[in-house]
């Protein structure tokens, strides 16, 4: 049997690093959603240093998080 692919819209996921708390490392998530699944890696990078630019803490992490359906 055949496996159909339905791509739903990806997120993009960036973690920051807001400094020590009792001896560990506090880190806050933000997401956004609804990004097109078709936008390119470089692209969702260059959106999250623009953004970036707007924080005050260190990013750890930029991550896209691909939703794909399968029926």
């Known amino acids: 049997m055949a496996v159909n692919e339905m791509k739903n819209p990806s997120s ?3 973690k920051l690093d807001l400094g020590m708390l009792d001896g560990k490392t506090k880190v806050k998530s933000k997401t956004f959603s ?6 390119s890696a470089q ?11 707007l924080q005050e803490y260190t ?6 998080i691909d939703n794909t359906t399968l029926a």
């Open 59 to 64: 990013t750890i992490e930029i991550a896209k």
């Open 34 to 39: 609804s990004v097109k699944p078709d936008a």
């Open 12 to 14: 993009l996921r960036i």
């Open 43 to 53: 692209n969702v990078y260059e959106v999250a240093e623009a953004l970036m630019t």
